[in-house]
């Protein structure tokens, strides 16, 4: 309620809203626990991106740290709280990065520009991606009395594997998946905050 | 966003994309390379290394440090003259400049120091690794041609 208060003062108790992000939030979770075994491969960040793309920058942002307020608690790999807070503020980074996107995108039909928004998903996939893993490896080091740099250095391989599945996911997913919740949600969709 | 029908704009994109993700990887593969060399290098044992010419004229080179043998050779500063023999290792001909003999059955051996006295060495020189504290000498040995018994240093 808070979030939709947040992104819509004038309609704070919008059922559809609400629902939305939960569904979402449960797509993330349901990816998240069906692709536990596979390490660093996640479907979850770009849902999180296309639901901010889609529904504005609240809505992605309090997706991303919905989905970690519960994945983090009811993980198999561990709960560690300063872990978990910088993985629920950095996955709101893709919800915010979706979102402000969306909104400077809004002018663009996207299956007219296919290719060129294909790379230019990706590619934001790719940074995202960089920054999250940035700073879940400080925080990591920081929780662990790790030197950062080492920490940083060490997590080098899984963060390439990270972010080169993201950049794959959000250059190939990205049009399709927005295309289709944009039809699905045709009114309910701005470009505001 | 005219920059989406920008081709050079799409192309740099890739490009900055490609260039951070080598430039993680050749951070991380740099720290790999560094740290496994360093590691190498505190590992290495100290070991008293000598030549004998067989003509009287004995070297030591006490303190020199190696992984293997044949890495204590160099580090002594000598001048190598060996042939690989592949998983069997080196066979040296020569040391600093002093080749074999086939003709006189004079070859170069190495040999370590026990309490039982020089006992051979048996292993291609960059096959063994070292321990410290241990003695090594490499001798130009004379080899019987017919029982191919080689005789140890004095």
């Known amino acids: 309620m808070l979030i939709s208060w947040m992104d819509y003062p004038s309609n704070m108790f919008e059922s559809r809203k609400a629902s939305l992000i939960a569904v979402t939030v449960a797509a993330c979770l349901g990816s998240n626990y069906a692709l536990i075994g596979v390490a660093n491969f996640k479907v979850m960040d770009l849902l999180v991106f296309v639901s901010g793309f889609v529904f504005g920058p609240m809505i992605g942002a309090s997706v991303g740290i919905l989905v970690w307020t519960v994945y983090g608690l009811l993980n198999p790999y561990g709960f560690v709280p300063q872990i978990w807070i910088a993985t629920m503020l950095s996955e709101s980074i893709y919800g915010v990065a979706g979102g402000l996107l969306g909104k400077s995108l809004s002018a663009v039909r996207l299956p007219s520009n296919r290719a060129g928004l294909s790379i230019l998903f990706g590619a934001t996939g790719f940074l995202l991606t960089l920054t999250y893993d940035l700073v879940t490896n400080i925080a990591f080091a920081l929780t662990f009395n790790v030197p950062i740099i080492a920490a940083l250095i060490a997590g080098i391989p899984f963060a390439i594997i990270h972010e080169a599945s993201n950049t794959v996911l959000f250059g190939i997913c990205s049009i399709p998946l927005i295309t289709v919740l944009e039809r699905s949600y045709r009114g309910m969709i701005s470009w505001r905050f | ?154």
């Open chain 2, 1 to 154: 966003m005219a920059f989406l029908k920008n081709k050079w704009a799409l192309a740099a994109i890739c490009i900055l994309c490609w260039a951070i993700a080598a430039s993680l990887l050749l951070g991380y593969y740099y720290y790999q390379y560094t740290d496994l060399t360093s590691r190498l290098e505190r590992s290495k044992a100290i070991i008293n290394l000598g030549i004998d010419y067989g003509n009287g004229t004995r070297i030591w080179f006490n303190g020199t440090r190696g992984l293997t043998l044949y890495d204590a050779m160099l580090e002594a500063g000598w001048k190598v003259d060996a042939e690989s023999y592949g998983t069997m290792g080196l066979y040296v001909k020569a040391i600093n400049g002093v080749e074999q003999s086939i003709e006189q059955s004079r070859y170069w051996t190495w040999w370590m120091w026990t309490s039982l006295g020089w006992a051979h060495g048996g292993s291609a020189c960059d096959k063994y690794v070292l321990s410290n504290g241990e003695t090594i000498l490499w001798y130009y040995s004379y080899a019987d041609p017919k029982t191919f018994e080689i005789t140890p240093p004095p």
